[in-house]
T-cell receptor
Framework: DTEVTQTPKHLVMGMTNKKSLKCEQH?????MYWYKQKAKKPPELMFV???????INESVPSRFSPECPNSSLLNLHLHALQPEDSALYLC??????????FGPGTRLTVT | RKEVEQDPGPFNVPEGATVAFNCTYS??????FFWYRQDCRKEPKLLMS???SGNEDGRFTAQLNRASQYISLLIRDSKLSDSATYLC???????????FGTGTSLTVIP
């Protein structure tokens, strides 16, 4: 099973809302990632968790707050977002040989 | 200089054609290399890892040239279903940082 699941599939939120994106994998992978992808651009790395600890934060604004409750779950908490934060948010996990498996993404629109 | 450079295309090829994509990377210490395929409005999917000796999976062949710091993907006998964006990905030599090329758009025409 090489499945990474993400919820919700779509999210529309206002600039004052607080919401969370969720990601789950059951492949036993110990590294998990959040990426942001704009149309016709490659994914941009936001955060990396390795063994449930935050190992990379690519200077992401504090309105994005990641959380890794356990080795299978990854959350991204959103607060006071801007319209330019509208994008596809992808979660991924990677195997011991660094092959990354992506979830289907959450398409976020900030109004 | 970007960590990974990739020709964005687009490549428009007839069915049955052979098409090749290249990517160059800047860090000679990089150890792991991958090709991903991304369909419109979908997530990237791993197509193949790229091994030092080169590797083949059906119609797809991936090669690594460490001396010139590039990786390539060859698709033989193109099918309509091969139409997608192909992303090359290079892992940093330390940690879990991955660098993506800009992606190459391929359209296979009937």
């Amino acid at each position: 099973d090489t499945e990474v699941t993400q919820t919700p599939k779509h999210l529309v939120m206002g600039m004052t809302n607080k919401k969370s994106l969720k990601c789950e994998q059951h492949m036993g992978h110990r590294a998990m990632y959040w990426y942001k992808q704009k149309a016709k651009k490659p994914p941009e790395l936001m955060f990396v968790y390795s063994y449930e600890k935050l190992s990379i934060n690519e200077s992401v604004p504090s309105r994005f707050s990641p959380e890794c409750p356990n080795s299978s779950l990854l959350n991204l908490h959103l607060h006071a977002l801007q319209p330019e934060d509208s994008a596809l948010y992808l979660c991924a996990s990677s195997s011991i040989n660094y092959e990354q498996y992506f979830g289907p993404g959450t398409r976020l629109t900030v109004t | 200089r970007k960590e990974v450079e990739q020709d964005p295309g687009p490549f428009n090829v007839p069915e049955g054609a052979t098409v090749a994509f290249n990517c160059t990377y800047s860090n000679s210490a990089s150890q792991s290399f991958f090709w991903y395929r991304q369909d419109c409005r979908k997530e990237p999917k791993l197509l193949m890892s790229v091994y030092s000796s080169g590797n083949e999976d059906g119609r797809f062949t991936a090669q690594l040239n460490r001396a010139s710091q590039y990786i390539s993907l060859l698709i033989r006998d193109s099918k309509l279903s091969d139409s997608a964006t192909y992303l090359c990905v290079v892992k940093a030599n330390t940690g879990n940082q991955f660098y993506f090329g800009t992606g190459t758009s391929l359209t296979v025409i009937p």
